[in-house]
């Protein structure tokens, strides 16, 4: 299964869809992807740092609080979005240092090696303003970035996901989609803003139609073509779930979407959706106006879960068998990732092997290495990681200094 998830094309056709582009034959080598250099200068608890890597398996271990899930969130700031921890950016810059921060990467592929910086510097009014560049040229966003390095991740804060608000899963779903169509980002903070809009017009003493109208046109547009990309992700990783080894001791989720927009159907011509979702959104404003918020709509979307052997809700499930279900999730995106962009993703795996008896560690380590990714892993205990052997590149972090075993790294 290869394929190619189209770009949103706003004003004409919003929708998005897996099928509208040539699929990547079935038999293309997948680009090998990787990171063999990083630097970062006052980021978290680094003033500077330089560390390079030579394997696909990069162990950071090390006592808690000493700085290995700053490495993670480091190279997750290599793709859009706030990162890992979604944090904001005065939070990442090193406290003692001058407010902004930079990130530095050399990114090997098959074309090459090339050089990515995500630096952020305030302004004179104290904001922070982020800039990225691709070798020597200045990018025009940080979707740009989705051309050279896909990025998926798994932290111990994702742990409550199936038991969490929808809003949670809603995020997790939206992170998935964008790692492999880079233009649903964009479409979502669009929507978002053109909401906002329309829910502060819904609070004014008289309501402007021409306004209201644009902005739910735009909703509408917008919300169809996010609607759709979900639902085809959910659909294409239900299939990946579906072909997966029965032998894989990691338990397979059972997927369902509900879009947000009630019985509107997305099978038909998408301007007939927009139309129906713009129609609906018209009626509502009585009722939006009431609640203090859009009631209908892509925000309003619901991931559910189920755990398919047991038959139950994933909410239900042990916290073991939810963490299980969760990493065979991210397995099957990352698979996903690679079938559908022909790119191997960055996979970044914070304290995944805390709470994993020894055979289900070492079968996660064999699964990763035959996705043919490169993971980076931390955990307190080196030990957690024997079943590695010399696949891993073994880097023991404490207070922020970086001590190699068996590979060189230099420190600046």
């Excluded at 897996?18 to 978290?44: M, W």
């Excluded at 709470?355 to 290495?369: E, K, M, Q, T, W």
């Amino acid at each position: 299964m290869r394929r190619s998830m189209s770009s949103c094309r706003c004003g004409s056709d919003a929708t998005s869809s897996l099928h509208d582009t040539p699929p990547v034959p079935a038999d293309a080598p997948a680009a090998p992807i990787g990171l063999s250099r990083l630097r970062l200068a006052d980021f978290r608890n680094y003033s500077t740092l330089r560390l390079e890597f030579d394997r696909r398996f990069v162990v950071f271990h090390g006592s808690n609080g000493a700085g290995k899930t700053n490495l993670l969130e480091a190279i997750s700031l290599l793709s859009p979005g706030r990162g890992l921890r979604r944090a904001t950016y005065q939070e990442i810059a090193r406290q003692s240092g001058g407010g902004g921060f930079s990130v530095a990467a050399s990114v090997i592929s098959a074309s090459g090696e090339t050089d990515i910086l995500t630096k952020v510097t305030p302004d004179a009014a104290g904001a922070a303003n982020r800039s990225i560049r691709i070798d020597e040229t200045n990018a025009r966003n940080a979707e740009e970035l989705l051309e050279l390095l896909r990025v998926v991740w798994l932290t111990p804060s994702m742990d409550g996901l199936f038991n969490g608000p929808a809003g949670d899963r809603r995020r997790f779903l939206d992170r998935m989609v964008l790692a492999v169509d880079p233009t649903h980002g964009r479409r979502a903070s669009d929507y978002e803003r053109a909401m906002r809009s329309r829910n502060r017009l819904l609070s004014e003493e008289r309501l402007d139609d021409s306004w209201l109208s644009g902005l739910e046109a735009q909703m509408a547009e917008l919300g169809v073509a996010m609607a759709v990309a979900r639902a085809e992700l959910v659909d294409l990783l239900a299939g990946m779930i579906g072909e997966s080894d029965v032998a894989n001791p990691f338990p397979k989720a059972g997927l369902d979407l509900a879009s947000g927009y009630g019985e509107i159907d997305f099978a038909r011509p998408a301007v007939e959706a927009e139309d129906e979702a713009r129609a609906r959104l018209r009626s509502g404003r009585g009722l939006d106006r009431s609640a203090g918020r859009t009631l209908l709509g892509a925000h309003r979307a619901e991931l559910s879960v189920t755990h398919v052997a047991k038959a139950m809700p994933a909410g239900l499930a042990s916290t073991g068998e939810q963490k299980a279900l969760l990493i065979g999730l991210v397995l099957a995106h990352a698979k996903l990732v690679t079938a559908l962009s022909g790119m191997p993703p960055v996979l970044l795996l914070d304290e995944i092997a805390a709470h994993l008896d020894p055979g289900r560690r070492a079968a996660l380590f064999d699964l990763i290495d035959d996705l043919g990714v490169q993971a980076f892993m931390t955990g307190t205990d080196a030990s957690l990681f024997d079943a590695l052997a010399d696949r891993a590149q073994m880097l023991e972090v404490d207070s922020g200094a970086i001590r190699p075993s068996g590979s060189p790294v230099a420190e600046d």
